[in-house]
């Protein structure tokens, strides 16, 4: 389940993601960051229920930081549980200083690590 909060005035939201990020959720969660990032140009993904996660979960991430960047949007995490991070550094997600699509953007996973 996830609970969307959002402020017209700022054009911002915060998505709290209250289940697991396994392959069983991605795609109800997925289309929730769509449509977060379809009405608002910055959002909090904030993970500090996510109780488990796994690669198909930071696919999931690092497709929607992707979406964000391609539509002049941001996407910020809160909450990064230590499961997600051990899981990111050993599946190879955290990498160099810049993202991978170019562009001059900061890797998404640097505040992962």
Same mark, same amino acid.
Do not use: D
């Given at each position: 389940m996830t609970n969307? =909060?959002? =402020?017209?005035e700022q054009r911002a939201g915060k998505l709290?993601?209250?289940?697991g990020?396994?392959?069983?959720?991605?795609c109800m969660l997925g289309k929730a960051l769509l449509q977060g990032l379809d009405k608002a140009d910055?959002?909090?993904l904030d993970l500090g229920a996510v109780h488990d996660v796994d690669i198909a979960g930071l696919q999931l /991430?690092? !497709?929607a930081h992707r979406h964000a960047v391609a539509h002049g949007k941001e996407l910020? /995490? !809160?909450g990064i549980g230590e499961q997600l991070r051990e899981l990111a550094r050993a599946a190879?997600?955290?990498r160099g200083e810049l993202c991978s699509i170019g562009r001059d953007v900061?890797?998404?996973w640097i505040m992962v690590a």
């Open positions: 969307w =909060n959002y =402020n017209a709290t993601v209250e289940q990020m396994t392959i069983s959720q991605v910055q959002v909090v /991430l690092c !497709a910020h /995490l !809160a190879g997600f955290v900061p890797c998404f």
